[in-house]
């Protein structure tokens, strides 16, 4: 299926199962950037001061989207969202979500949007994000914060396309110790 045309009419959005992560562990997640944001938090006078800049990289960096199959099988459990896109002919997964919902808050966490390689640049990924968006509002969440390595540029970019705004972060979020940015979006 990777040489033939994308039939978008062909495409299953569906709650996904136990026997899809497998699937979803083995989608190419790799993404290439010549930017990442750099944060710095400074204490000055009482005040704090947080900068963010686009550093550009010496030369473009290959990287990997790094997602564990505990995340996943977290994200099958009832309460949080973990959704596939499947192509009906070949039954082939494209692409998945997963989110997890902290209810005290109302807030829906997007953990991942892997489309795999070859069906990027499709708007599989808004379509998903837009399914994130509704599953949210049907939850009566308030709103979904995305979470995205700051090494991850452009899936800063696609973020902010999408209209989320920057959040905050957090040093060593993840467990490869890679600090995260974080953008929100109102449900």
């Keep these: 299926m990777q040489n033939e045309v994308l039939n978008t009419e062909n495409l299953i959005f569906r709650d996904a199962v136990a026997s899809d992560i497998r699937f979803c562990l083995a989608l190419d997640g790799a993404y290439q950037t010549e930017h990442v944001w750099q944060l710095t938090a400074q204490e000055l006078d009482g005040d704090m001061q947080i900068h963010c800049r ?9 990287a990997r989207h790094s ?4 995340q996943l099988v977290t994200a099958l459990r009832a309460g949080n969202c973990f959704v596939v896109i499947q192509d009906q002919d070949s039954l082939q997964i494209l692409g998945y979500l997963s989110m997890r919902v902290d ?7 997007l953990q991942d949007i892997v489309i795999d390689r070859p069906f990027r640049r499709r708007t599989l990924g808004a379509r998903l994000a837009h399914v994130a968006r509704v599953w949210a509002a049907e939850q009566e969440l308030r709103q979904v914060i995305f979470e995205i390595p700051s090494t991850n540029y452009p899936c800063i970019l696609f973020a902010q396309a999408l209209g989320f705004n920057f959040c905050g972060f957090n040093d060593h979020h993840f467990s490869n110790r890679e600090l995260a940015v974080f953008f929100s979006l109102p449900v």
């Design 54 to 62: 686009r550093q550009r990289l010496p030369r473009p960096m290959e």
């Design 67 to 70: 997602c564990e199959r505990s």
């Design 103 to 109: 209810r005290r808050s109302q807030v829906a966490y």
